[in-house]
């Protein structure tokens, strides 16, 4: 037996239809225009549609601007992965050649990365800090503490907040 | 069944509580006593539980990474392009209670905006520099504002303009164009109809300088408080004082 629908649902990809129909053209050329690279505008044309599609939206006022809204949040995302990657690949060309993981492996790990990245994003810069000390790099609470200029309190109370965020964010 | 009965809701106690977990087990060997006392917290409830499968997905997640090259990926300072995204995003942020207003960064660094009102709707904007703008039915505008300028381009429809001093540290003029020419606001409020091929202002408060579109020679023209006229590219209509009912409709809901 099907599931039933939502009742705006047939709405939600009318809407969707007619925005994408009516304005896709335009947000590309915007995004390529502002990257100065048709692949990457195209991809993140695309990710603004289906951002908008798992919104359920039912009614845009202003198409371009809605669009140009949910696009520039979909940017600083981009934005952040790009700094990612390059610091991911600066990062193994440092590493000694018997440390350097296989393709397979550090395109997992890079996922990874690029998930922990964003789970720990909106965190203050001392709090994540805190947290990737003693997460990755194995540091006692003590030795964050002397090392960030902080009372142990504090550091402990910065880790459960950067647990909290983890677990609200985790998939 | 309904999509939205998959996978309950998490329960904020049993998140705070698992991660007071794990930061008890990030310290240190939890003794005998605490682990036992661990074990009856994690099966003590269906929250608890579910908070718990959690940590351990963070767990796994986080561990087994290649410890030197995820701190350095990870502990990476902030980059600026994606810093200058930020104050971008804030900025637009800012703006959004009044409408889903969009904002393009375009070639020239300037920020653009379209705004629109439907037949029959009446929307009000305040622009970055705090200056008020009133959208009548039907109406269409750019905004353009960079470092030389604040331009409203009237595409269509009347605006009424309450302009603001301008917050940046060399102040820009405030200007209105359509396709019949340039106003420039001098400290004011004012209303511009575009009824193509003319324009209509009218100055309710301080004064605006006009200049037309098709005809450089002639000399700009300005329009105090209490006055109103009408120019094509080409030419003015004669000065006239404003109708008692200018801007009425900006007080209409």
């Excluded at chain 1, 296989?102 to 922990?116: G, K």
């Excluded at chain 2, 030197?68 to 810093?83: I, T, Y």
């Excluded at chain 2, 439907?118 to 353009?144: P, Y």
């Amino acid at each position: 037996m099907s599931d039933a629908l939502p009742a705006d649902n047939h709405t939600h990809l009318r809407v969707i239809e007619a925005l994408y129909s009516g304005h896709h053209g335009w947000l590309y050329e915007t995004l390529k225009k502002k990257l100065g690279n048709a692949m990457d505008a195209a991809d993140l044309a695309q990710d603004t549609f289906t951002r908008v599609l798992a919104s359920k939206v039912t009614q845009i006022e202003q198409p371009r601007a809605y669009l140009s809204c949910v696009a520039k949040g979909i940017l600083i995302n981009w934005y952040q992965r790009k700094a990612l990657e390059r610091a991911y690949l600066d990062a193994l060309a440092r590493l000694p050649a018997q440390e350097v993981p296989s393709p397979e492996l550090r395109l997992v790990v890079l996922e990874t990365l690029h998930q922990i990245d964003a789970m720990l994003d909106s965190l203050a810069p001392l709090v994540k800090r805190a947290f990737l000390l003693s997460q990755i790099g194995g540091l006692k609470y003590e030795a964050i503490a002397q090392k960030l200029g902080v009372s142990l309190i504090t550091v402990k109370r910065y880790m459960k907040q950067a647990f909290m965020q983890c677990l609200l964010l985790v998939e | 069944m309904s999509i939205f009965a998959k996978g309950a809701a998490l329960d904020p106690q049993a998140l705070e509580e698992a991660a007071e977990w794990l930061v008890r087990w990030s310290e240190r060997e939890l003794n005998d006593t605490e682990r036992a006392e661990w074990e009856h917290w994690k099966t003590s409830s269906p929250e608890r539980q579910q908070a718990w499968t959690r940590a351990q997905m963070l767990q796994s997640r986080m561990g087994g990474l290649p410890q030197a090259l995820a701190m350095s990926v990870l502990d990476r300072p902030d980059s600026p392009e994606r810093r200058a995204a930020m104050i971008k995003l804030a900025l637009l942020l800012a703006v959004l209670p009044i409408s889903w207003s969009g904002w393009q960064l375009s070639r020239r660094q300037q920020w653009t905006a379209d705004y629109r009102s439907t037949v029959g709707e009446r929307r009000e904007l305040t622009l970055a520099d705090g200056s008020r703008i009133t959208l009548n039915t039907d109406t269409a505008i750019d905004v353009l504002f960079d470092a030389e300028q604040r331009l409203i381009r009237l595409r269509t429809g009347e605006i009424m303009v309450q302009t603001a001093v301008d917050p940046s540290t060399k102040p820009r003029p405030f200007l209105v164009a359509t396709a019949q020419g340039s106003m420039q606001a001098l400290g004011t409020r004012f209303s511009v109809r575009e009824r193509e091929p003319r324009t209509h202002l009218a100055v309710l408060e301080g004064a605006v300088k006009i200049v037309l579109a098709g005809n450089r020679q002639t000399q700009p023209m300005v329009i105090n408080a209490g006055q109103r006229t009408d120019f094509s590219a080409q030419t003015f209509a004669k000065v006239s004082p404003t109708d008692r009912n200018v801007g009425a409709w900006t007080q209409a809901c």
